[in-house]
């Protein structure tokens, strides 16, 4: 130490100093080991998490064709304006609500709801903003990538329905994954996510699994906001399996066109091969268009259109034909004549019942529509004689009635491919709640049971189902759409990454159909009545269509009681039918809401079916048909 | 100036001192070049170290002794500096801190990192014609009061962390100045008990902002913390280190750190981390040696010194030097709050290379006159 300073210690207090430095040095040593050395990996991770993501490439959904390949859904690429979970800088998004609606014209309420979604998500998740991104979008926001990062363009197929309104309920629609659906374990275990697309209603919900494809995604390496710098790899998306469905459109347009025509533009015909069950059309009406469920919930527009469907008194977003259930009036003696023949309560040769014009029960006589004397069975289903099912139903008494409808599934779903069939209900369903409420089941009730009212409400469906067997031998087979799903290649090599296998096609598996137990003489004697409604003087008799015979049965089903019948509240009308009668080729029903008389209605909706159906089979028998012939 | 130059002058210089401070530069150009390898940030860093160099020689040079004699002189420039700063219009705000100066020809620089040498010569001048004994309190408050007029400045601009910078400086000339052993405890101890307790008052008065509040909880508690918000800077300061690993990511600087943005600041605060994750703990140590290297040699300056106030011109060097290199690694490392200091001779800045440099030629001149006495 030159500068000698005794009493200060000076050298000492320059040590101190010295030492001082090289213990924080020190400390800086020991902290870094401990970063580097011994923690070094896991930042390493750390690091390798941030920077790499993966961005997922959305596989475009199978398309659906009608039977003859015409095309009922299809999928086209749009843009979508897609807002990404960005966890490395705050980006406090609650501020861009009124740019992000005004920039993309959202309704402002979406903007709140998906960022509240987007929050709950794990760290770079991404959700659309905005399906259908327009050039104007996308310019703002490329105009807008400094300032909000969070948005990308990204490449989407979108589902189109090219028919609008046509085939709607049979269809469905897709949409994003809901909250409550989320919760369910069969979608959490499908590794499904908010913003993920599935199939709502229809075929598309039914067949989710095939139809949708398997999602690719490219590796990127991004910077710290977001932006991709380089791309790692990237697995190709396999798109989802064709369906090939058992529609025929033309049948299908002219339902809807016959629907459409009637006063109240509301009910259902369904059209299926009696001998296969495949559907070959299915209209409900009023309909939906499914595309402003896909591309408008995010449009303040498209949103009102929703809620409007939602609130609307006629129910369009319901299909009828499978949800609707309807006293089946006059329609039910069909079915329970089958049983009564089943059941020996009536034989071939023992048919007839009194009519009497009505019945008498207690102080309350209950009328039939004409006075047909002691008709046979044929007969009574021709001119729809009430008086004989009533005395016939008292005969079967309500056991019987049950065991018809156990015999027709009518306590059962069809099976159809549609989700959300409902099942009818019956005697079968009522009994132990009224004999709980009443004490016990009254002959009144029996009676009204009879003719397919007060206790008895079905579905289309399973009327067309129970029908359609008459003229195949008591053959109920189950009524579909699927004819075909097509196959579909791998996506890249066995063993290496991202390899996605092919999927096998296959075709409807047909259940082994339900046997009516009936006798050849029974079939007869039930086809000849039915044949009569339309070709006999029946109740359709005016829409008989020569050197084509079909065989049918009206309805009229009561929704109120007499004299208040009028206006909202008539008759719902009813035709069941299938033909030609002794070798059916088609089964077609036509349910008319509150129009009035099944003949006047619904019979005149199913004649056109018929008649665009023999245009395009030609007048003669179809070549198969001349074919077995040949055998013989 | 230079004509004064003797030829003993050039035996006496210390050299190895000198090139191991231009090495560091060229480490820091280096790293600097990873950090922002698309601007030449490191070649503005090399045109730096000449002018720094120019700065270094004509300060190394020179006799001490006379510039020491003129400290006030330097003092209120410096002070007028500072004071120009603040003029609205003059000052430059960046970053919501107005430090910088934009001045005809000279370009923009920050007062705030030269005003150092003037206070540590005013303080020298001062501290070094006292005569032996323990610290009297008049001198304390001078001490003091010549060290709160550029802080009390510096606060204004606000520039929290250069005006830290300024303290251990102080410290450093009481300490040689004979202050009472138990005066440094007692400061250390109150310091410890403090400082907790000024924080929480902090905290309960709302004196202290949440971002600050924010930055200490992520030293606390780094795996709590929120890493979108203040926790950010420490959080990736920090994956930026470990990264780094034994010997650094070798080839990969395409996806570095800072190359993707995830580090900010990677050329100046953050240079550290930079060179943490590009040359591993290998090449961090081999810097902290340096360092360590360095600082001895000024230390062994200061032991030679031929006056006390030569002695204390190098000690309060050295011992800022420590307190910034401290508070800047630290801060990478993640144990330390986010304080806007540049690491000495590592982070790319022209003022702070020159300053630096001026400040070792100050000991380099002091260490040639070591025999003459």
């Known amino acids: 130490m030159k500068v000698y300073d005794h009493t200060q210690n000076l050298g000492l207090r320059v040590g101190v100093i010295q030492i001082l430095a090289f213990i924080m040095l020190s400390v800086l040593g020991a902290r870094l080991y401990y970063l580097q050395v011994v ?234 091969d009696p001998n296969n069950g495949e559907l070959l059309a299915m209209a409900s009406l009023p309909a939906y268009d499914p595309s402003v469920f896909v591309q408008g919930s995010s449009t303040p527009e498209g949103r009102k259109q929703i809620a409007a469907y939602w609130q609307d008194e006629k129910r369009p977003l319901y299909n009828r034909a499978i949800q609707g259930r309807y006293p089946p009036g006059s329609t039910w003696k069909i079915p329970e004549s089958v049983g009564a023949l089943e059941q020996g309560v009536i034989t071939v040769e023992h048919s007839n019942m009194v009519c009497g014009g009505g019945i008498q029960i207690g102080n309350k006589f209950t009328r039939c529509m004409g006075s047909h004397g002691s008709p046979p069975l044929s007969y009574a289903i021709t001119k729809s004689c009430d008086g004989y099912y009533y005395r016939l139903a008292l005969k079967m008494k309500v056991e019987g009635l049950i065991r018809m409808v156990e015999m027709f599934d009518y306590d059962k779903r069809t099976g159809v491919d549609l989700p959300n069939e409902k099942i009818s209900q019956t005697p079968k369903t009522w009994k132990p709640i009224i004999e709980k409420r009443e004490g016990k089941w009254s002959d009144i009730k029996t009676v009204y049971a009879g003719i397919g009212q007060d206790t008895v409400v079905v579905t289309p469906i399973s009327m067309l189902r129970a029908i359609a067997s008459i003229g195949v031998k008591g053959r109920m087979y189950v009524p579909h759409f699927l004819k075909e799903f097509k196959p579909i290649g791998a996506i890249g090599n066995e063993d290496e990454l991202g390899f996605i296998p092919a999927r096998q096609g296959f075709t409807f598996q047909h259940p082994e159909p339900k046997i009516i137990p009936m006798t050849a003489e029974q079939e007869e004697v039930m086809v000849k009545g039915m044949w009569g409604v339309v070709n006999g003087g029946g109740t359709a008799g005016s829409i008989r269509i020569p050197n084509f015979d079909i065989a049918g049965k009206t309805g009229t089903a009561q929704v109120a009681s007499l004299g208040k019948d009028v206006g909202a509240n008539k008759d719902h009308a009813w035709f069941i039918s299938f033909a030609p009668a002794y070798k059916p080729e088609i089964a077609v029903l036509a349910l008319i809401e509150n129009v009035g008389f099944g003949g006047s209605f619904a019979a005149p909706a199913a004649k056109g079916v018929y008649e665009t159906y023999l245009a395009k089979r030609g007048p003669t028998v179809a070549p198969d048909t001349v074919a077995e012939n040949g055998k013989r | 100036m230079v004509a004064i130059i003797e030829r003993r002058s050039f035996r006496d210089f210390d050299l190895l001192t000198s090139l191991l401070a231009v090495a560091i530069v060229f480490f820091g150009v280096w790293q600097i070049y990873n950090a922002q390898p698309e601007m030449n940030l490191w070649s503005k860093q090399i045109i730096g170290l000449g002018i720094a160099l120019v700065a270094f020689f004509l300060v190394g040079f020179s006799d001490y002794r006379r510039i020491v004699d003129a400290a006030p002189v330097f003092y209120g420039v410096g002070l007028i500096l500072l004071l120009l700063v603040l003029i609205p219009g003059l000052g430059v705000k960046i970053n919501g801190q107005t430090a910088w100066l934009r001045l005809p020809v000279i370009g923009q620089f920050q007062p705030s ?229 540049p690491l000495p001779l590592m982070s790319a800045g022209l003022s702070a290379i020159l300053s630096t440099f001026i400040a070792i030629g100050f000991v380099i001149s002091v260490k040639m006159r070591r025999f003459v006495n």
Request: hydrophobic share 40%; net charge neutral.
């Open chain 1, 39 to 272: 923690r070094g990996e896991y930042y390493d991770e750390k690091a390798e998490n941030q920077r790499i993501r993966l961005i997922p490439i959305p596989a475009p959904r199978g398309a659906i064709f009608d039977r003859n390949g015409k095309i009922l859904v299809d999928s086209r690429p749009t843009y979508n304006v897609t807002l990404s979970n960005e966890p490395i800088k705050k980006i406090d998004v609650s501020d861009r609500i009124d740019d992000y609606a005004r920039g993309l014209n959202v309704d402002r309420e979406f903007v709140v709801e998906r960022l509240n979604l987007i929050k709950k998500q794990n760290d770079f998740e991404t959700m659309v903003l905005k399906e259908n991104a327009t050039i104007q979008d996308i310019t703002w926001v490329e105009a807008h990538s400094l300032e909000y990062p969070e948005l990308r363009i990204d490449l989407q197929p979108q589902r189109v329905y090219p028919l609008k309104e046509t085939l709607s309920h049979v269809l469905g629609y897709v949409g994003e994954i809901s909250s409550k659906q989320l919760e369910k374990p069969e979608y959490k275990e499908k590794g499904y996510r908010p913003g993920t697309i599935i199939g709502k209603g229809g075929l598309e919900q039914y067949y989710d699994e095939y139809l949708r494809g398997r999602d690719g995604y490219r590796k990127v390496i991004v910077d710290s906001r977001g932006r991709v710098q380089q791309e790692i790899e990237t697995i190709q998306p396999q798109a989802g399996q064709d369906l090939i469905t058992t529609i025929d459109l033309d049948l299908q347009m002219t339902a809807e066109e016959k629907l459409a025509a009637t006063p109240t533009k509301r009910g259902t015909i369904i059209v299926m």
């Open chain 2, 113 to 341: 990192e030269f005003v150092k040498i003037p206070v540590v010569l005013m303080l020298a001048k001062y501290f070094g014609a006292r005569k032996s004994g323990p610290l009297r309190l008049r001198e304390f408050m001078i001490g003091c009061g010549i060290l709160a007029a550029p802080v009390g400045l510096i606060m204004l601009e606000p520039d929290a962390g250069q005006a830290m910078t300024y303290f251990p400086l102080l410290a450093v000339v009481f300490f040689l100045s004979g202050i009472k052993v138990r005066y440094v405890v007692i400061t250390i101890i109150a310091g410890i008990v403090l400082a907790p307790a000024a924080y929480w008052v902090g905290v309960r008065t709302g004196k202290i902002k949440g971002y600050q509040q924010e930055r200490i909880n992520v030293i606390l508690d780094p795996e709590s913390a929120d890493p979108r918000g203040y926790a950010y800077h420490t959080i990736q300061s920090m994956i930026t280190v470990g990264k780094g690993g034994l010997t650094g990511i070798k080839g990969d600087t395409e996806t570095s750190q800072a190359k993707l943005k995830f580090l900010p600041e990677p050329h100046s605060d953050f240079i550290f981390a930079v060179t943490a994750e590009n040359t591993g703990f290998v090449g961090c140590i081999s810097l902290l040696l340096a360092y360590a290297v360095l600082l001895s040699r000024l230390v062994s300056g200061a032991r030679e010194a031929p006056d006390r106030s030569g002695m204390l011109v190098i000690m309060a060097i050295a011992g800022g030097m420590t307190f910034q290199i401290f508070m800047n690694i630290g801060m990478v490392l993640g144990f330390l709050p986010v304080i806007g200091v």
